[in-house]
């Protein structure tokens, strides 16, 4: 599986990406919004990504330009009476942000989700300010289906998360 959209190669993650998706774990706006922690060693990184690509049921796409892992998306498919969910994660390197990388990442994984695995539920959680990832997740046919509020610490502050879903009919 091998995809482009305008200059930007979306592709399995390989090993050899870790350093560069790392970088991206780690930049300040990304590392603000995701629940990982901006102190994430590479090694602790490096050995999180090997369990990721070795563990059945997950599938981590990367968003390549110009031969650099730039953002990466996590899909985690769901096991037993929860066989037909996915939840996602993702994360886009500051310096790429409003290029629509974060879009083609989600197609992709989406394509994958319901042409591939037969999967009817992707879920997600994303801080309940962050109205531009909310609105992409919007245009690929998420909707709002909670909010936790004071979910987690971020900016010395505890903020809320909004949960979102799309169903496959």
Known sequence: MVEEYDGVRIRPARMSDAGDLHRVRIAPEAARDTLGLPSISFERFE???QKWLEK???HLLVAEVEGAAVGMIQLSAGSDRRAHC?????A??????GRGIGSALLEAIVDLADS???LHRLQLEVYADNA???RMYER??????G???RAAVRDGRLADIVLMGRLRD
């Open 47 to 49: 050995q999180q990504m």
């Open 56 to 58: 059945s049921g997950v």
């Open 86 to 90: 996915g939840s996602l994660g993702m």
């Open 92 to 97: 886009v390197h500051d310096d790429y942000h």
């Open 116 to 118: 591939w695995l037969g």
């Open 132 to 134: 531009v990832a909310i």
């Open 140 to 145: 690929a046919g998420f909707q709002r289906e």
């Open 147 to 149: 909010c936790m509020r």
